[in-house]
């Protein structure tokens, strides 16, 4: 087990947010936080920041930025429900833009639609004001166990 | 590098700076290298913030996302006749293997139909040849798709 899984569990099992995220390199440069919702589950959200922007007329945040927080969202929220000895892998990554990114905070939610012996699939939805109207959905599969 | 093989050399040289000088590509560390044809080439230097596990060094999903992202749109540029303004419709990319930490990470892309509405496209990223890629990348992109261009025509010298 590495020394950062290590690091990542006692994080987790503490509910040290924060710090889960400072342990994350581009996560922190993205500025992402998240924490527990009102309903006990993940709640990630990103702050606005003008480094985060992609469209400077509109303004919008970059396209490849909302995919980058997605998927650091579906790689945590897989991390915290599970005892396991390495960090999984992302083997491919889905991502439909509805609307564009406003210069406010983004927030995602994430769900588990299937966790195998190997496998996750996780499904990841992005709003700002009104959740209702979603800034992008995104998919992703994990690989959990290392192989060859 | 020559533009002379893009739809519009001016507007491939335009948007391309455009696309690179965006503050989240600066964050990154985006560098454009140029077109051969009508495929851009981008570059992202491995750096200890661009990190994703820090047990390995290897470099966070969300830049190979950021990169494909962004030489995906300069390819749609490459095939503009004229300046518009285009957005991410969907993307998707497969990570084909872990990229080696330490090492820079070139995409090049192609945008291979340019339909009247939806420009499509796809992407590589690798270290050292695109046959031996890190990532493979598929998007859309939806054209015109805001009055307010992206890139004000008349502040260009």
């Known amino acids: 087990m590495s020394q950062f899984m290590e690091t990542f569990d006692r994080l987790r099992d503490e509910k040290r947010y924060a710090e889960v995220i400072a342990a994350v390199p581009y ?3 993205m500025g992402v936080e998240f924490g527990e919702g009102d309903d006990g589950e993940l709640l990630f959200s990103l702050p606005f920041y003008e480094r985060n922007v992609g469209n400077t007329t509109l303004p919008a945040l ?4 909302i995919g980058g927080f997605l998927e650091n969202a579906a790689l945590l929220h ?3 429900g599970r005892e396991s000895q390495e960090a999984p892998k992302i083997v491919d990554f889905s991502l439909d833009y509805l609307r564009s990114g406003r210069a406010q905070t983004l927030y995602a939610r994430c769900e588990i639609t299937k966790q195998g012996k190997r496998v996750a699939h996780v499904l990841i939805e992005a709003w700002q004001e009104d959740r209702k109207k979603p800034v992008a959905v995104a998919r992703a599969h994990f690989l959990l166990s290392a192989g060859s | 590098m020559s533009h002379a093989d893009a739809a519009n050399p001016e507007v491939l040289t335009a948007m391309g700076e455009l696309f690179v000088s965006l503050p989240h590509c600066r964050t990154l560390g985006f560098e454009y290298l140029g077109t051969v044809g009508r495929k851009p080439t981008l570059r992202v230097q491995w750096r200890e ?14 830049v190979i996302t950021s990169i494909v992202d962004t030489t995906s749109a300069v390819s749609v540029a490459a095939n503009m006749q004229d300046y518009e303004t285009i957005a991410t419709l969907d993307l998707r990319i497969d990570y084909l293997k872990a990229a080696t ?10 945008c291979y139909r340019m339909a009247s509405q939806i420009a499509f496209t796809r992407a590589v990223c690798y270290h050292d040849s695109p046959d031996d890629p890190i990532a493979h990348g598929v998007a859309t992109f939806m054209r015109g798709s805001n009055p307010k261009p992206m890139l004000q025509v008349e502040d260009k010298p």
């Open chain 1, 78 to 80: 897989l991390m915290w």
């Open chain 1, 62 to 65: 970059h396209g490849g930025l």
């Open chain 2, 49 to 62: 913030d661009l990190v994703g596990n820090p047990a390995t060094g290897v470099v966070h999903g969300g």
């Open chain 2, 101 to 110: 930490p330490g090492k820079a990470i070139y995409c090049t892309a192609e």
């Open chain 1, 27 to 29: 996560a922190r440069l």
